[in-house]
């Protein structure tokens, strides 16, 4: 939790930075070391720098000498001052550029401009970097433990809850086959007797006939 709270600050404080720099402008001086002269290539020096808004234009020059005059984009052509946006000669000049799109500037004595004394820039809208969004408070950690098993042991169903009545037990009780070997006894001792009697009258009947 804290490292990510640390990140969050960090992350926004670097916006801080990113937004604070886009916001800074820059000032720059006009023809460098040279200054506004006569003698100045202005189309050159300007090539390749990023004018935006909120930035400014330093002129240094003699004053008196020359003047710094905004004008339009026709009269820049043709290099005339009677309808100048601005003016000023005191010497030192800052133009802060507060629109985006072009701007032209002279200087309006006679024979200045026509030497080269003309600027052109061209000047973008300034970047802002977005506002840092609020950090995502974190998800609560889902609880992941399983459900205890239920562990109380289940009532048995007494008679009463099953109409009052007990249950008879199954009759277990096995028939045993008869005893073959009782029976093969008994036909064996008729048979026996049967054959005693036999005998017993054969003797008889001779014993008489000797008579």
Same mark, same amino acid.
């Given at each position: ?42 189309? *050159? ?21 020359? *003047? ?24 030192? *000049?800052?133009?802060?550029?507060? *629109? ?112």
């Amino acid at each position: 939790m804290a490292s990510g709270g640390a990140s969050s600050l960090a992350l926004a404080a670097l916006l801080l930075v990113s937004c604070a720099s886009a916001a800074v402008a820059t000032k720059y001086t006009v023809g460098d070391a040279s200054g506004w002269t006569t003698t100045g290539d202005y189309a *050159t020096w300007a090539s390749g720098k990023k004018f935006k808004v909120g930035d400014s234009l330093e002129f240094k020059y003699a004053g008196g000498a020359h *003047t710094v005059d905004e004008v339009s984009a026709a009269d820049y052509a043709a290099c005339s001052s009677s309808n100048a946006l601005s003016t000023d000669s005191a010497g030192a *000049t800052t133009v802060t550029l507060k *629109t985006a799109g072009k701007h032209y500037f002279i200087c309006g004595v006679a024979g200045h401009c026509s030497s080269g004394m003309k600027l052109a820039v061209d000047v973008a809208k300034a970047v802002t970097a977005p506002a840092p969004a609020p950090a995502a408070a974190p998800a609560p950690a889902a609880d992941t433990a399983p459900d205890a098993p239920d562990t109380t042991p289940s009532t048995p169903t007494s008679p009463s809850s099953s109409g009052g009545r007990t249950p008879k037990s199954p009759d277990t009780t096995v028939l045993s086959p008869p005893d073959k070997k009782s029976t093969s006894s008994g036909a064996t001792g008729l048979s026996a007797a049967a054959w005693a009697g036999l005998g017993l009258a054969g003797l008889v009947a001779v014993h008489l006939g000797a008579f």
